[in-house]
């Protein structure tokens, strides 16, 4: 069982960052797949990057290759998405989550893999 909470959002001119935090509890977090969500209002919920649950392998959706970053501390029970050079159209709700692959790395795009789900938090853009 893990259970996560998102935090970090907030409004942000266009151009500039933020970093949202995932605070997770349970003791299966480090063999866990973390990824990011966002869903905008109206829209799907739509994959943003995931990281190994040793934190050496990321990979991101190319909406936001190269201005998102994500990383882990695994000794905190912590995960990170920092964001930068951000646009209006990155505003949404923003969800981390976890999937359980003991300690594999695969790449998990989908939203129907992930086991547990962060409450989300609102990002906003401003032009």
């Known amino acids: 069982q893990v259970q996560l909470v998102d935090s970090g959002g907030g409004l942000v001119q266009a151009g500039g960052s933020l970093r949202l935090s995932c605070a997770a509890s349970g003791r299966t977090f480090s063999s866990c797949t973390m990824g990011w969500f966002r869903q905008a209002p109206g829209k799907e919920r739509e994959f943003v990057g995931a990281?190994?649950?040793?934190?050496?392998?990321?990979y991101y959706a190319d909406s936001v290759k190269g201005r998102f970053t994500i990383s882990r501390d695994n000794a905190k029970n912590t995960v990170f998405l920092q964001m930068n050079s951000l646009k209006p159209e990155d505003t949404a709700v923003y969800f981390c989550?976890?999937?359980?692959?003991?300690?594999?790395?695969?790449?998990?795009?989908?939203?129907?893999?992930?086991?547990?789900w962060g409450q989300g938090t609102q990002v906003t853009v401003s032009s």
């Open positions: 990281i190994s649950w040793s934190g050496r392998s990321t």
């Open positions: 989550a976890a999937d359980v692959t003991g300690k594999t790395w695969k790449v998990t795009t989908r939203k129907e893999e992930y086991e547990y």
